[in-house]
């Protein structure tokens, strides 16, 4: 059992804790992610425990860590929930390392008007992006927004979801088609370690990743990717937009995630999963 009862979760960050990438997503981004997946994890154990749990996804894609430490934080705190994950980081790879004390101050800040409110905090740091040669160069960024967010969630005694030495990671079946979110795989994985870094009894059934389908990298898939997610990444840089430039966060208010009636586990598989824990009826 975890040690602690979470009665209400609220998940701030970019496009991988809003869910881009999982099996569906395409088709509704409700309930899709690691973030979303992890919420159901800590409702089937508050279910189970005879209380309520309510949800909250502020993460939206394109968003910076100045966003998400100011306006999604600033949500976040309304909502006065139990606990709170923070991803944030992924879109500030490309700043000039002059920019990373201002980074650690919105961090440190972030954390502490958190915990000063009584919510328990878990930070991800970034994702090491080697699983592609085109992305080797900014792995030492990643590495130096990692330690940033390391050693502030060190100074603050906040437990780290380690996405940054998964792995897994390293390996293009855990990353989707556009190869820079996670695959429906991915966010299972990333949901599974953040169960077991908060302790849950529960988890989602993982394939192995033999079974697992990856992005084509030959010539035709290659020429597909470009035309389908280099070149409109490319528009938007000239454009100084974004992919969330328009849209809302998904769950702004709280879900609560109703729990009617239990389902057998089964084992994940490249269609969008059927939410292996439960039938949680909010998605």
């Known amino acids: 059992m975890s040690k602690y009862l979470y009665g209400s979760y609220v998940a701030i960050g970019d496009s ?32 189970e425990a005879g209380e309520n749990f309510d949800f909250a996804n502020l993460a939206l894609r394109g968003t910076n860590m100045l966003q998400i430490l100011t306006a999604q934080l600033e949500d976040a705190l309304a909502l006065k929930p139990d606990l709170v994950t923070i991803m944030a980081g992924a879109n500030d790879f490309m700043r000039s390392k002059k920019h990373h004390p201002a980074l650690r101050a919105l961090l440190r800040g972030a954390i502490e008007r958190l915990l000063a409110q009584g919510c328990h905090v878990v930070v991800a740091n970034t994702v090491n992006p080697i699983h592609l040669r085109v992305f080797r160069p900014l792995s030492h960024r990643a590495r130096a927004m990692t330690e940033l967010i390391n050693s502030v969630a060190a100074e603050h005694e906040v437990p780290v979801l380690n996405v940054y030495d998964m792995d897994e990671f390293a390996h293009l079946e855990f990353w989707c088609a556009d190869r820079v979110h996670f695959s429906g795989h991915g966010h299972i994985r990333v949901a599974n370690r953040a169960a077991k870094l908060l302790s849950l009894d529960h988890g989602f059934d993982e394939l192995h990743k033999t079974e697992m389908a990856r ?21 938007r840089r000239i454009r100084g937009t974004t992919s969330g430039d328009g849209l809302e966060a998904k769950h702004s208010a709280y879900l609560r995630l109703n729990f009617s009636r239990s389902i057998s586990t089964g084992k994940a598989s490249d269609e969008r999963i059927t939410k292996p824990i439960t039938n949680a009826s909010t998605f």
């Open 215 to 235: 992005p084509d990298t030959g010539f035709w898939g290659s020429l597909v990717w470009i035309q389908a997610h280099v070149m409109p990444f490319i528009g």
């Open 16 to 47: 991988l804790t809003e869910g881009l990438g999982d099996f569906d997503f395409e088709v509704s981004r409700f309930g899709s992610g690691w973030a979303d997946r992890l919420a159901e994890l800590l409702g089937r154990t508050a279910h």
